[in-house]
Structures are given as structure tokens and as C-alpha cells.
């Protein structure tokens, strides 16, 4: 899950903010949601996302959908997806579901493997109480999670048999490259990777920047940094995310 903020009021000079924090309230992110990520199934062509109100005031939503962009405005966003209700104002203490329906057709999307698109939730603060002066920085706050769409062949597999499922070869190219092939139809998140032939010991634990391995495809890491020498005895533990933001671990030999 990833949360920007924006300014929602004049623009500053730097000098001026930095002074007035000292005695401005601040307003932060209420919402939160109900999944760390949200997957639409070829079957079912739509899947719901719980929105929560955590503070007092209400809020104003507004929410869409995007390919990853997130500088393009959700007016000119070209997706095969509608969100229900896509504007929503959520008193404070309270909940909404909305509805993330799949509207495109087989051509849209490959048949043989996941899609990933972007689910975007703008919080819009309410204003300030007319004739009340309130020295305050009003915020907007946009939440975005990973949003699958799941084809049916795809939904049809034993999606518990593949998560996690990765091959781990070690390079030698000039410097020390881990390749990390992904032969699944599913996008796999790598969390944390360690190398070793013990979990507790391992010679090398890095959680990877660029996490994300799509589906039949390849990433390399580079291990330049690290001491150590690595040899093929070695094993490769990770942590992946699941479908429902749930840990795996899993314990795979090095070159496989």
C-alpha cells in the first residue's frame, strides 16, 4: 500500500511553512482500507474494497483506477474497470464498500496470465467552519493498492501451489547477480531474500526495491556489495506476499 499527501491550499515559500508548523495543526490520512491489495477474478468480473472512516469529520472520496501512472488524472485514464460509487463522502466512524467491476472484453487483457493495474482512493479533508480562523494545512491524501485482474484460466489453477514458487540462479558476469525467474502466471512480490545454507545465518539478507517479478519473466540483483562467497550447496529463503497480504516463506536451493 502506498500513501502520497498533497498540498490542498496556496503554495508557501519554504521558509514561511517551516515556521508555521511550529503552531499549525496538521490534518493526516483517516481512511484505510480493508485489503493491502485487490484481485478481480475472470469469473466473477468484480470483487468489493471496505472504506473506512477512522476519524470524526467526514470525508470526501473520490476513487479510480490507473495502469501505474499516477501523474495522469483520473478523467483520462483508459482502464477496462468502473468503480461503484466512484465519488463517496464517508461520515466519520463509518464503512462503505465499493464495488471494482471488470467491463473490458477477452481482448483487453492476456488470457494466460495476471494483469496489474493500480486502485487509487483520494481523501478530500472538509473545509474549515465558515467565521472560525484555524492556523491549519489541509492535506489530500491518496491511498493506492495493487489492483489483479485474474483471468479464468488463470483462476482456475491451484493458486496455493504457485505463490512463491521461484527459481534462484547465481551469475557470474564480472560481479555477483542473483536471477530470480518467475515461471508462473502471477505476479510474485518478493518481500525479503537471504541467502545461506542456514535461515538464522545466512550470508546475505537484502529486502529488494524493485520487488515485483511479472508473470514468465526475469529480475537480477546485483550482490556487488556483499561479502562473502556464495557456491551452489547454498539455499535461497524468502518471503512473498499472498493473495490476501498473508506472508509465505519458502526455502528454494540456489540454481535450481
Do not use: C
Not at 234 to 250: A, C, L, P
Amino acid at each position: 500500500m502506498t500513501i502520497f499527501s498533497r498540498n490542498w491550499g496556496n503554495t508557501l515559500p519554504g521558509l514561511i511553512i517551516a515556521l508555521s508548523l511550529l503552531s499549525a495543526q496538521l490534518s493526516w490520512a483517516a481512511i484505510s482500507l480493508g485489503q493491502t491489495r485487490l484481485i478481480v477474478s475472470g469469473q466473477d468480473k468484480e470483487a468489493s474494497l471496505k472504506v473506512s472512516n477512522e476519524g470524526t469529520p467526514p470525508v470526501l472520496l473520490q476513487v479510480w483506477v490507473d495502469r501505474g501512472d499516477n501523474a495522469i488524472s483520473p478523467e483520462k485514464v483508459a482502464v477496462p474497470f468502473v468503480i461503484t460509487p466512484p465519488v463517496v463522502r464517508l461520515d466519520g466512524k463509518n464503512s462503505q464498500r465499493l464495488r471494482v467491476m471488470f467491463t473490458g472484453s477477452d481482448t483487453d487483457v492476456p488470457a494466460d496470465r495476471e494483469s496489474v493495474y493500480w486502485l487509487n482512493v483520494l481523501e478530500i479533508p472538509p473545509k474549515s467552519v465558515a467565521g472560525v480562523s484555524v492556523n491549519k494545512i489541509q492535506l489530500a491524501f491518496i491511498t493506492r493498492i495493487k489492483l489483479f485482474y485474474r483471468p479464468q484460466k488463470v483462476n482456475a489453477m491451484d493458486i496455493s501451489h504457485i505463490e512463491g514458487k521461484l527459481h534462484f540462479s547465481l551469475l557470474n558476469q564480472g560481479e555477483k547477480i542473483l536471477r530470480v525467474e518467475n515461471s508462473t502466471p502471477i505476479n510474485q512480490t518478493l518481500i525479503s531474500i537471504s541467502i545461506g545454507r542456514d535461515i538464522k545465518n545466512p550470508i546475505v539478507r537484502f529486502n529488494p526495491e524493485d520487488s515485483m517479478i511479472s508473470p514468465y519473466s526475469t529480475k537480477e540483483y546485483s550482490l556487488l556489495k556483499i561479502k562473502g562467497s556464495f557456491d551452489k550447496t547454498m539455499k535461497v529463503f524468502t518471503s512473498t506476499i499472498g493473495d490476501y497480504g498473508e506472508i509465505i516463506n519458502s526455502e528454494k536451493p540456489l540454481d535450481d
